[in-house]
Structure formats: C-alpha cells, structure tokens
C-alpha cells in the first residue's frame, strides 16, 4: 500500500511517515506528532502480522483527527476518535462518488 507523502489539514502541511517503525511503543499503530507536524502510520502488528488496507487507512484517519483537535485547542476523547475514524473511512469507502463530489465542489 502507498500513502501520499503529506497531507494539509486545516491549512497546517503533515508529512505522513509510511510505513513507520515504532520502537520504543511497538504497542502503536499511529502517532500524531503536533511540534514537528508529523503523522506516523505503523503498516504491521507488535507481532509482525501486516495490516490491511483498511485498518491502515482508519489509522491515518485516526491521526489525522488527533491533528484537527489539537489546531482547534480540542480535547477529543479516545473512543471518538475511534469511532469518526471507523465512520468516515467507512463512508468513504462505500460512497465513492461522494468523495468525488465533495473534491470536485469544494475550491
């Protein structure tokens, strides 16, 4: 799977790290690192087994909410966050002339 290399949101330019090795918290799919604006999707398991697409992509999602809360001055709780992440990329999936239409409409 590719990923583009950044991402804008809200008018602040993400660099995605794709796939990231996480170290130290091998226990992490994805980090949101606000100082650096950077997002940092993991492509595999603590235990080696590769994610699939769409778990990846609800990660990136995921990531990319933590960064819309923290440009907003938002505290989103956790399991929100899971829950939009799911949603959308859920919505997205199953409606893609949706996503058409929202980036043909918007400027």
């Not at 604006?37 to 990319?64: Q, T, W």
């Not at 001055?73 to 859920?90: D, K, L, M, R, T």
């Amino acid at each position: 799977m590719t990923m583009p290399s950044t991402v804008n949101i809200l008018g602040f330019k993400y660099k995605i790290r794709y796939p990231y090795q996480f170290i130290e918290r091998t226990d992490l799919s994805g980090q949101h690192i606000s100082l650096t604006h950077e997002l940092r999707i993991s492509d595999h398991s603590e235990g080696g087994d590769s994610y699939d697409a769409i778990y990846v992509n609800e990660v990136f999602m995921h990531e990319c909410i933590h960064a819309i809360g923290c440009i907003t001055g938002q505290e989103i709780p956790e399991p929100v966050i899971e829950s939009i992440a799911h949603g959308f990329v859920q919505i997205m999936k199953d409606n893609p002339e949706l996503v058409k239409h929202l980036t043909e409409a918007t400027p």
